[in-house]
């Protein structure tokens, strides 16, 4: 498995566009797990899905802010209107289970800039 | 929901010193705790999973310990060498999701 696959690498949009990011989990990972990093706040958990269902959204900062998984190989982190302040870089990872024996991959990550 | 902690912010240490890092969080009850390394504008990757009974892992020079009733874990790196020099994040996963800490950032100066 290429392991947590995300696109685009690199996002420069303008204030008030719409921003889609995409994640592909490994095959066979129950969770998937979407987390933005910067240097104010560190790594925050924004939402995560099992088996395909958002389980928890109360990290997502904004009705702006919005996550589907359609399925078990894709979810979308929508971002409409963009704003400066989300510039991040924006984090996908998935596990097979939340359990003992499990660990968490992630993926390379989507730079995302608002100006 | 669980917070966790790192200590410290930032360290700096010579080549060749042993150090460590600390990572905290708030309930115990957890499944595991993992440490992480960044790379300035990289992504994450994995060094050591702790398992909930396991009191510590080892990978080369690295060494992870857990103490689950303290809520906490260190992360021990011997004769450091300036290929050390990143981030250092622990992740603790319990059965509601994963949490973060802050991260060290470490410095091995040549």
């Known amino acids: 498995d290429a392991g947590v696959i995300q696109s685009p690498r690199h996002e420069v949009t303008e204030m008030g566009q719409e921003v889609t990011l995409r994640c592909k989990p490994i095959?066979?990972?129950?969770?998937l797990f979407w987390y933005r990093q910067t240097m104010m706040r560190g790594l925050e958990l924004l939402i995560y899905?099992?088996?395909?269902?958002?389980?928890?959204d109360s990290g997502m900062p904004e009705d702006r802010f919005s996550a589907k998984m359609p399925n078990a190989s894709f979810s979308t982190l929508k971002i409409q209107p963009s704003e400066p302040r989300d510039s991040a870089v924006y984090f996908c990872a998935s596990s097979p289970f939340l359990g003992r024996n499990t660990e968490a991959f992630f993926g390379q990550g989507t730079r995302l800039t608002v100006v | 929901k669980q917070e966790v902690t790192q200590i410290p912010a930032a360290l700096s240490v010579p080549e060749g010193e042993n150090l460590v890092l600390n990572c905290s969080f708030t309930d115990s009850a957890i499944y595991n705790l993992q440490w992480f390394r960044q790379d300035p504008g990289k992504g994450l990757t994995s060094l050591l999973l702790i398992q909930s009974s396991q009191r510590e892992q080892t990978s080369g020079r690295l060494n992870a310990s857990l103490d689950k009733s303290s809520g906490r874990s260190t992360l021990y790196i011997a004769a450091s060498q300036p290929g050390d020099s990143a981030t250092y994040l622990c992740a603790v996963m319990d059965n509601n999701d994963m949490r973060f800490g802050a991260g060290t950032r470490l410095t091995v100066k040549p």
């Open positions: 899905f099992n088996n395909n269902v958002p389980i928890d």
């Open positions: 095959s066979g990972h129950d969770y």
